[in-house]
């Protein structure tokens, strides 16, 4: 596994399955609800984001495996992830009972994958 996760194809093939799963899960209708789901709602953006986060970075860093330019994959990941969680919200927008283009989910979004490019940065010499 680790001879697989040295090139930035493997990362970025599951960045894309990452996205397939967050796309196929936001066209499933919402339970509605309110109150303590609204929060587990942000946390579950978090996470999901952190991990798509981790993976795109992942995978930028592997194009320069020696020597990356952390400012650079750091901040096209988060990049990535801003515009990724801006489709989703948007998508989320056509799906029965769900509550598209919330800009707190957005947020949780960016912020998630901003601490999973800057894991792949912690964890890099390890990766």
């Known amino acids: 596994m680790r001879a697989l996760t040295r090139h930035a194809r493997w990362w970025f093939a599951a960045w ?3 996205f ?3 796309t196929v ?8 609800g309110g109150g303590p789901v609204l929060q587990i709602d942000k946390l579950a953006h978090f996470l999901s ?3 798509g986060g981790f993976l ?12 990356p330019d952390w400012r650079v994959v750091v901040c096209a990941a988060v990049l ?9 919200e948007w998508h989320q927008s056509f799906t029965p009972m769900r509550n598209g283009m919330d800009p707190w989910d957005w947020l949780a979004d960016i912020f998630g994958g901003t601490a999973g490019a800057l894991m792949v ?3 890099h010499r390890r990766l």
């Open 20 to 22: 397939a799963a967050v």
């Open 80 to 88: 990535v992830a801003a515009i990724a969680g801006w489709f989703d």
């Open 56 to 67: 795109m970075a992942g995978g930028l860093s592997r194009l320069d495996a020696e020597r």
């Open 16 to 18: 894309l399955l990452w």
């Open 49 to 51: 984001y952190a991990a």
């Open 25 to 32: 899960s936001s066209s499933l209708p919402g339970m509605g």
């Open 121 to 123: 940065r912690a964890l």
